[in-house]
């Protein structure tokens, strides 16, 4: 056993490893922003006054938070062609980590939603707004900065959570770094190359969260 | 279930009053709140509500804003039913369409003012009249200034809530309730939650409303004096129920309950 490290080889792979970062990112952005959405959505079902869509909602948020990711990978992958929905594996991919994580950033805005006082609900009552004008005018934009924090996490989450999607074959710097391994008998430079990437990657992430939640609040006439 | 037959579908006649509690009754499981209240308040009156804490007082108000539901009873708002909507020639529980269409002649003001803190002063007026009213936001922009004037708090109209005193964030609401040119205005405890020495510029507020404007008004304090002032009566409310009413000068001078004398003198006492 020893420890050599080629740069020469690192040098040669560099391109590739790069090129499937560019697939990376795509996966964490395209997969948050899915999540955003649907996480909204769920959030929102929750306080639904229909009892029995809160309740559904419910249990589906905690049986996905409660399964692995993986699996949920591979069910969509492998197991929808059995019922006839047939996805390649980026779509695949992308709703199985959207919707995994759809799950977590719904208890992140619950939290904020419930922290907005019940004074600023009737408040609104009593100006005569509609529901959309409640929500959109007054209760998300007092909701979201405090969740912004729990956001940025998962920001971050989703992006060390995209090696997964290899397993399914999404051509992702995981992935690559695999083929790379294969193809050379070689796997230090390639994984090493990969922590650095995300690494790289994830700091200046969870730095720009933080500088956008203070500009936010800052600019919401909070501290 | 009640029988909706003996509720009128609508208020008629020349002495229609602006609001008026039917029969309303309230209750939280098994404690009622308020049993069978009958209230009027006619058009520009302005009616006080005083009385022991748990004695719905607040409720009073709240429900009027459609905050609460009530559990029995029709309240009536400008000769319209507020809490029910006819249909098929009787009474039903509104739905949330009348219910809005309703509210709209209804203000409030809150005793922890409510303000919108993501807003400035004046983006807590407009705000109603452009959503709500869809008024251009000229025109917005115009009627809140006038208001924010009024309260004198136009010097702060750009600052935040969180940069104004509670007296200063209680004027900007009452500027953002009034922004709704509604016919009723309901005042919760307005002064409670404010330090003793910025009282005085919220009463002076409403002192000035009373005065110049022909508004109705609904108010419930612990401030004696000046609901004494003001106030064309007082309503005392005692276990859910108005234990005795008149004008200020009656019930404060002369009360003839015991219980009114009683909550007087122990209310003097704390001053």
Not at chain 1, 87 to 109: F, K, N, Q, T
Not at chain 2, 144 to 159: A, C, F, N, P, R
Request: charged share 20%.
């Amino acid at each position: 056993m020893s420890f050599h490290w080629r740069w020469d080889f690192t040098f040669e792979i560099m391109p590739r490893l790069l090129w499937a970062t560019l697939n990376t990112l795509m996966a964490a952005g395209l997969g948050y922003a899915i999540a955003m959405v649907l996480g909204l959505g769920l959030a929102l079902a929750q306080r639904s006054r229909f009892r029995l869509l809160t309740l559904a909602v419910r249990e589906l948020v905690e049986f996905i938070r409660s399964t692995p990711l993986v699996l949920q990978i591979f069910f969509v992958f492998y197991v929808g062609p059995q019922f006839g929905i047939r996805l390649s594996p980026w779509v695949s991919g992308m709703a199985a980590i959207g919707l995994h994580y759809s799950a977590y950033l719904s208890e992140v805005y619950r939290g904020g939603l419930a922290s907005v006082p019940r004074g600023q609900w009737e408040a609104c009552i009593a100006l005569n707004m509609t529901a959309r004008q409640t929500y959109l005018r007054v209760i998300l934009p007092q909701a979201l900065p405090p969740a912004l924090a729990g956001m940025g996490n998962y920001l971050v989450g989703i992006l060390k959570d995209t090696p997964m999607l290899s397993v399914i074959g999404v051509a992702e710097l995981m992935q690559t770094a695999n083929a790379i391994g294969s193809e050379s008998y070689r796997y230090l430079e390639p994984y090493t190359l990969v922590g650095v990437i995300f690494l790289a990657i994830s700091l200046p992430v969870a730095g720009l969260v933080r500088l956008f939640e203070i500009r936010v609040r800052r600019k919401l006439g909070m501290r | 279930m009640e029988d909706m037959s003996n509720y009128p579908l609508e208020l008629t006649g020349p002495d229609v009053p602006m609001v008026r509690f039917m029969n309303v009754t309230k209750s939280y499981g098994a404690l009622v709140v308020l049993d069978k209240l009958d209230l009027d308040v006619a058009p520009g009156e302005m009616v006080t509500i005083i009385g022991p804490s748990g004695s719905g007082k607040t409720t009073v108000l709240r429900m009027l804003m459609t905050l609460e539901p009530i559990n029995g009873g029709v309240i009536y708002v400008d000769g319209q039913p507020l809490t029910h909507m006819p249909r098929g020639g009787r009474l039903v529980p509104a739905d949330a369409r009348h219910l809005r269409k309703v509210r709209a002649s209804i203000g409030m003001c809150f005793q922890q003012f409510n303000l919108f803190p993501h807003m400035t002063a004046l983006q807590n007026c407009m705000e109603g009249p452009v959503q709500v009213l869809g008024l251009s936001r000229a025109e917005a922009r115009a009627r809140s200034e006038e208001l924010l004037e009024l309260v004198g708090m136009i010097d702060k109209k750009d600052q935040h809530p969180s940069r104004l005193s509670g007296g200063q964030q209680q004027r900007v609401a009452i500027a953002r309730a009034l922004a709704m040119r509604p016919k009723v205005m309901l005042f919760d405890e307005v002064t409670s939650a404010l330090d003793p020495e910025v009282i005085g510029e919220v009463t002076a507020v409403i002192r000035k409303l009373v005065a110049e404007h022909n508004l109705t008004m609904l108010m419930v304090t612990h401030q004696m004096g000046f609901a004494r002032d003001i106030s064309d009566r007082i309503c005392f409310f005692f276990g859910g129920r108005i234990e005795e009413q008149g004008p200020p000068d009656v019930l404060f001078g002369s009360p003839r309950r015991d219980r009114t004398r009683q909550f007087l003198s122990a209310v003097k006492e704390a001053i």
